[in-house]
Nanobody, 127 residues
Framework: QVQLEESGGGSVQAGGSLRLSCAASGRTVSNYGMGWFRQAPGKEREFVAGITWRNTITSYADSVKGRFTISRDTSKNTVYLQMNSLEPEDTAVYYC????????????????????WGRGTQVTVSS
């Protein structure tokens, strides 16, 4: 299996930036789909961004398109989420997830498609 650990969360004022990291260990993720989800208080966990490790096909939620960028570094077995122009609405716990059965050309976007999850990292954006 794969263990995932998020880092890089914190507090930032609106308009600022953060970069989240998700380090994967335990197994190669070369055939995996990797994704970021977030959950704000009182809301369902939602898909934010995803990437196929092998082909780097990406997908983004409409709410973050143009502001967030997902990427991966094979040498570090790490996936990143660069978050720019942050808004208070982005405040949430952000989770990294891995789908062991992902297709190379399709990014999984549903929670149920993912097999492994990190414990989350808090992102707080103040006005």
């Amino acid at each position: 299996q794969v263990q995932l650990e998020e880092s890089g969360g914190g507090s930032v004022q609106a308009g600022g930036s953060l970069r989240l990291s998700c380090a994967a260990s335990g197994r190669t993720v070369s055939n995996y789909g990797m994704g970021w989800f977030r959950q704000a208080p009182g809301k369902e966990r939602e898909f934010v961004a995803g990437i196929t490790w092998r082909n780097t096909i990406t997908s983004y939620a409409d709410s973050v398109k143009g502001r967030f960028t997902i990427s991966r570094d094979t040498s570090k077995n790490t996936v990143y989420l660069q978050m720019n122009s942050l808004e208070p609405e982005d405040t949430a716990v952000y989770y990294c997830a891995a789908d062991r059965g992902s297709l190379n050309w399709k990014v999984p976007t549903a929670q149920s498609e993912y097999d492994y999850w990190g414990r989350g990292t808090q992102v707080t954006v103040s006005s």
